[in-house]
């Protein structure tokens, strides 16, 4: 239950980093109106994720051998992730916002609607698909009703972070 707790709480955390400064330099540029984009890009990321799950589910055939590569895969995605942030943390801001005011820049409002809708989608299905590999590796180690538990609360908890952190970041430096 606690390492699902975890993996949900850390993957759920950055996900809603990414929503709150998404969310923060559109409502700082006056584009509100594109926030329906956003969220449609969140739903529909949360849909793929699952569906990932699902068929990721579906796929395993001998376990300790799937038990193996999901650990394996795990470990290659937060070493590639750790190596990735080590060398562009400093600049990260800069460059989700670059890329943010590049797509609004677009001069047809369904143009920009579509850029914003497609970069919250990758956003967070990358970070989905990252808690896929690691529940999927944990499930098989750990009891099924406490790791649903260790989810749910997982997932409470970022949700109550990323509402926190939206609401409050007007007054936060994103930078």
Known sequence: MFEALVVTLREGVEAALVVGIIIAFLRREGAERYLGAVWTGIAAATAASLAGAFLLYRWAVNEELFE?????????????????????????????????????AREKAGSASAGLFLFTFLMIFREGI????FLSALSLTTSGLMAILGVGIGLAAA?????FFVRGTLRIDLG
Do not use: D, N, Q
């Open 130 to 133: 990252e808690t896929v590999v």
């Open 159 to 163: 949700v109550a972070f990323g509402v």
């Open 68 to 104: 193996g590569l999901l650990y394996l895969a795990s470990a290659v995605i937060v070493g590639s992730m750790m190596i990735w942030m080590w060398r562009h943390s400093h600049a990260l801001s800069g460059e989700m916002k670059g890329s943010l005011s590049r797509i609004l």
